[in-house]
């Protein structure tokens, strides 16, 4: 039986959407973007892949605080 991660379709999902053009979406094409894009972070947020993600993205973030100083 073929079992299909839900995040993986997902993330699927928003690389075929962000690639149209930017002029061919309309307001509720946009919106249900953005609902796709936050249902991914809900799913993604909690796995071993998400925590190290925020640990790269916060150590990004600090080292350019740092050279901002």
Known sequence: MLTINVAVLLAVII?????RRTQARS???EKLTVLIVLVFGILVAPTAFGQGLLDA???L??????TGR
């Open 15 to 19: 690389v075929v959407r962000l690639r």
């Open 27 to 29: 307001r509720n094409d």
């Open 57 to 59: 993205v916060g150590q």
């Open 61 to 66: 973030a600090s080292g350019i605080n740092d």
